[in-house]
């Protein structure tokens, strides 16, 4: 009968409509954060660095974690490890420099780290000028050269795709093997200075 067959079709496509709805309320997908992700990420204050790393962060002391060269200057004020950053609607919205409104549904789930990963992150102080580079600010803005080594192997830090300046309140946040230490490190005049993101100090002579 055409008729029972019209409204067979209409409850089908009624039922695949209220699944489409449900899957579009449920709760967002897990995320994996690439194995090579290296990032600078908006400012942000301590508390918000707190809700990334799940957890209290461990502080460090902005007068001797910090790199200064005759074109940049950064310092440090906490550090914190994580293999999960459950709250990826903030963590996108650094990431992406966007207001939490405008972050995709899709990327506000829990981001987890690739297996045998963890994300090391680093904060800038807020509030607090950064340290002068020898020479002075530069005329053309923050500096942008800011590399991150791992393993002896330098990483692409990157800000949302340009190259990365620090600014107060700033993210490190570098993907690593478990247990390796990320640095943070720069060169100018043929000089190279680093510190790690974990501890930052300076590599052991």
Do not use: K
Not at 43 to 57: C, I
Not at 121 to 129: E, I, R, S, T, W
Not at 142 to 151: A, S
Request: proline share 10%; net charge negative; with cysteine.
């Amino acid at each position: 009968m055409p008729g029972a067959r019209a409204v067979a079709m209409a409850v089908t496509l009624a039922l695949a409509g209220a699944c489409s709805l449900l899957r579009a309320d449920g709760p967002p997908p897990e995320l994996v954060i690439d194995a090579a992700y290296a990032r600078v990420l908006s400012g942000s204050t301590l508390d918000d660095f707190d809700r990334l790393a799940g957890g209290r962060s461990t502080p460090l002391d902005p007068a001797s974690a910090r790199l200064v060269g005759p074109t940049f200057g950064v310092h440090l004020d906490a550090t914190a490890v994580t293999t999960s950053v459950d709250d990826g609607l903030l963590f996108e919205s650094l990431a992406r420099h966007l207001h939490p409104d405008d972050v995709s549904a899709r990327l506000r789930g829990t981001h987890r780290t690739s297996p045998g990963h963890e994300l090391v992150l680093a904060h800038v102080p807020v509030g607090q000028h950064l340290p002068e580079p020898d020479l002075g600010y530069p005329s053309d803005g923050l500096f942008t050269g800011w590399q991150v080594m791992v393993d002896g192997r330098p990483l692409a830090l990157t800000d949302n795709g340009d190259p990365p300046s620090l600014g107060t309140g700033s993210v490190l946040a570098v993907s690593v093997p478990v247990g390796s230490d990320p640095y943070l490190y720069a060169t100018a005049d043929g000089r190279t200075q680093m510190i790690s993101m974990r501890t930052g100090r300076p590599p052991a002579a």
